[in-house]
């Protein structure tokens, strides 16, 4: 390209790509502002791409470092590059994919995909070919490197590579097949991922070729690389999905391979292996296709259960105590508000989900709870799988699961008796019919494992007891409540933190499944959970704040008796005073407190003005900075609006607990400008909570709201979308409570709201709950005008 560069520039920028790696953070500092100074120059990129390309007498750390800079400023700025610059770093690229270095390959690939994924592909017309030469070349090296490339270019861009008119899948795919038989694995890994990428899509290309596909997948079915296995175990996850009839014909043999490679000895393979079973369940298939299987499947998920030792020295297994141990804060994962108003005159009947609880429940049993292990394992894996096949064969599952129960259960080594415990509740939803014979039995055995001296143990049958908790429950006499209850609030005192966690957790289920069936054990649960507060570290509370949250939601008016308030509200006063308003622990501890107000009602008057004030103070705070970063977004921050959602829910629990005593506070207080803006924010859920707030304002003290109705009406009518069925929801309350206050005066908004209203009830597949408001919204405006009109409405019925 005739450019040379200059030797003095050159020497300045290497000492800065060395200085950079240096583990001084000031010295960082100061070299990322001189990066960004040389930004300036147009030719920086081209001695960032000599540097990686060309310079082979530097190290290679300082090499790829000099390609991951450019990188990120390709990313931000290509389309600003000159012709001249763009096109070099292009040529070198290209000329760079066969480095003798696999880190130096690596980087120049990450920075084709990058280029390519600028919209490059389209203005790079040689790229593809040329990758595709290079293939064939007699050079490991150069092959590697450009299989390298063409799998990030076919991760990054797929889509891309599918819509192109010039079809560049059609000569790709076949080509990619011919290397599913090389003599490198590094090459047969690489060609697998790439088609990979483009089933899930059933791209024409690959559906052209896909008995050719198979029958390369089948010959590299028992191959010896741990990365070729797992991605053919990939491409059957995903076919299984996407091309399942070209999977039926050899489910049989499938089947039992998927079940050898969920045992292999590498963990990442076995882990990719048993997604296989999560897929399966999802299909008509399966109980047919399985059913054979289930005898040699189920024993070989619970051993997947079992943690390794590896497992356990990261999760510090041994440590039986550490509840003085502050939490770190990345130990803290981040937390995101969930509105309790997400839909406002919810039916009691709402059942839950289905399979889909399992993850959720699981979050709460101690297994997530530690970043240094995967989010996702083999552990976790081989449970979820049980779980979603217990609810495909149910009890046709119990004549294979018991005996693995029996003896993992009660087997002397506590790492196998804790997986048992972890199927046992993993079995739960999907077998309950037939295990409820056995639960007698089997309850007491859980309760006596909430004293092993193992905390795994503990932590883990905490959680399989919550599973099991609604047959407790319903039974008269609270022969198994009781004992249940009493071991859980111990465990909730636990010296070891995860116990705790999981104890919480599980005490939270019981209280949901309980309800008022707790009001005579009151004393003792408040008891152990305000002394809670004096035992849990940072994470912990979190947890104890949503205990005590859905106690109060559970027993409601109950909690309203002095005894229990001067217990209970002290320590949450203080939690909230230490509180600074920009923590992000006054989340669950203002949710906490919106579920004790609505509970406490009356009960609540003596703590309610400070709280009201500070939430109202957090609302209007989260607006004037949002419209400080509308205005100047150089200079101030955007908000978090998680702050004024929660600080809305809360006042709505004020307004619905506290009735009219509310209505002082609204009156001194600007809520009325501040729900205005609210109502209008672009962020859904900012809506969804204003309108909750605003429904329950309208029930509580209607005389402050009614000045307000001609503007917040209008506003109402524009969020009758469907869509958003929350915002929706929430919207169509409100306007059914103000109609009911308003009366014959609604008649002057009908035309702001009916149509939307009769276009929800006539649309097909409307949400229950949105259905059961939109008809009460729409009743309401009707006998509120009728009266004093005798003109026809017409509605739909």
């Not at 007699?138 to 063409?150: K, R, S, T």
Request: charged letters at 20%; aromatic letters at 8%.
């Amino acid at each position: 390209m005739g450019w040379n560069p200059d030797r003095d520039a050159l020497s300045q920028i290497l000492g800065l790509l060395r200085e950079s790696q240096s583990p001084d953070t000031v010295v960082q500092q100061s070299v990322q502002q001189k990066l960004e100074e040389l930004n300036k120059f147009t030719d920086f990129n081209k001695y960032l791409i000599f540097v990686l390309t060309k310079l082979t007498t530097e190290d290679e750390p300082t090499r790829s470092l000099s390609g991951l800079i450019l990188k990120n400023n390709v990313k931000a700025h290509f389309h600003q590059f000159p012709p001249d610059v763009a096109q070099f770093i292009k040529a070198e690229c290209l000329s760079a994919v066969g480095d003798p270095s696999p880190l130096i390959r690596a980087t120049v690939g990450i920075l084709i995909t990058t280029t390519a994924s600028k919209g490059e592909l389209s203005t790079w017309p040689e790229l593809l070919p040329r990758l595709c030469e290079m293939l064939d070349s007699a050079d490991y090296n150069v092959c590697e490197g450009a299989f390298g490339a063409l799998q990030k270019i076919c991760e990054d861009s797929a889509e891309f590579l599918e819509k192109s008119p010039d079809r560049p899948l059609d000569t790709l795919i076949p080509k990619f097949l011919q290397f599913f038989k090389h003599s490198s694995s590094k090459i047969r890994s690489h060609a697998i991922a790439c088609v990979n990428q483009f089933i899930i899509s059933k791209t024409q290309a690959l559906m052209a070729n896909i008995d050719a596909f198979l029958q390369n997948l089948f010959h590299l079915a028992m191959d010896d690389d741990p990365d070729v296995r797992k991605n053919v175990c990939r491409a059957l996850v995903m076919l299984l999905d996407a091309h399942i009839s070209s999977l039926i014909p050899h489910m049989h043999n499938i089947i039992e391979y998927m079940m050898i490679r969920t045992q292999d000895p590498d963990e990442n393979v076995a882990l990719e292996a048993c997604e296989f079973w999560l897929s399966l369940a999802e299909h008509p298939i399966c109980k047919e296709a399985l059913k054979p299987h289930l005898p040699k499947l189920i024993p070989i998920l619970v051993r997947g259960m079992k943690y390794s030792e590896i497992d356990i020295i990261l999760l510090k297994g041994d440590v039986e105590e550490d509840e003085s141990v502050p939490d770190r804060s990345e130990d803290i994962k981040p937390r995101f508000h969930k509105s309790r108003h997400t839909i406002r005159h919810e039916p009691m009947e709402n059942g839950g989900s289905g399979g889909e609880e399992f993850a959720d429940d699981e979050s709460d049993d101690g297994l997530d709870d530690d970043s240094s292990l995967s989010d996702w394992n083999l552990r976790k894996c081989s449970a979820a799988a049980l779980d979603v096949l217990a609810n495909v064969f149910r009890e046709e599952m119990l004549p294979v699961i018991l005996p693995i129960l029996k003896e993992t259960l009660f087997h002397q080594e506590w790492e196998i008796r804790e997986s048992g415990i972890l199927a046992l509740g993993a079995i739960a939803e999907g077998c309950m019919n037939g295990m409820t014979q056995h639960l007698p039995e089997l309850i007491p055995y859980l309760i006596s494992c909430l004293q092993h001296k193992k905390a795994l143990v503990r932590s883990i049958t905490c959680w399989t007891l919550s599973r099991y908790c609604h047959w407790a429950v319903v039974l008269p006499d609270h022969t198994f409540l009781k004992p249940l209850m009493y071991e859980l609030l111990k465990c909730v005192l636990d010296s070891n933190k995860r116990v705790q966690e999981a104890a919480c957790s599980a005490f939270a289920t019981l209280e949901e499944e309980a309800c008022t069936e707790l009001v005579p054990y009151l004393a003792d649960i408040l008891k152990t959970l305000v002394f809670a507060f004096k035992k849990y570290q940072a994470k912990n509370l979190l947890i104890l704040y949503d205990a005590i949250g859905t106690l109060a939601d559970s027993v409601g008016n109950y909690l309203n008796k002095e005894e229990y308030i001067q217990m209970l509200m002290p320590p949450l006063i203080e939690k909230w005073n230490i509180l600074k308003d920009e923590d992000k622990d006054l989340f669950p501890l203002l949710e906490c407190l919106s579920s004790v107000a609505t509970a406490l009602q009356s009960g609540f008057l003596p703590y309610c003005s400070p709280v009201y004030q500070r939430c109202v103070s957090l609302v209007e705070q989260t607006l004037n900075q949002t419209m400080a970063h509308a205005q100047n977004p150089g200079q101030f921050e955007a908000a978090d609006k998680d702050f004024m959602i929660v600080s809305l829910d809360l006042l709505s629990g004020l307004a619905e607990g506290l009735n009219g005593h509310v209505g002082q506070l609204v009156q001194q207080s600007n809520i009325m400008q501040l729900l205005y803006q609210a109502m209008q924010d672009p962020m859904p859920e900012v809506r969804q909570s204003s309108f909750a707030l605003l429904g329950d304002l309208t029930k509580a003290c209607f005389q402050y709201v009614a000045p307000c109705i001609s503007e917040f009406m209008p506003i109402l009518g524009q969020n009758l979308n469907p869509e958003l069925i929350s915002v929706c929801n929430n919207a169509t309350w409100a306007i059914g409570e103000i109609s009911v206050k308003l009366g014959p005066e609604m008649r002057v908004y009908i035309n702001l709201v009916l149509t939307d209203l009769i276009f929800i009830i006539n649309k097909p597949n409307t949400p229950k709950t949105l259905l059961e408001n939109t008809g009460v919204s729409h009743f309401e405006i009707f006998e509120t005008t009728r009266r004093r009109t005798r003109r026809s409405v017409g509605f739909a019925t």
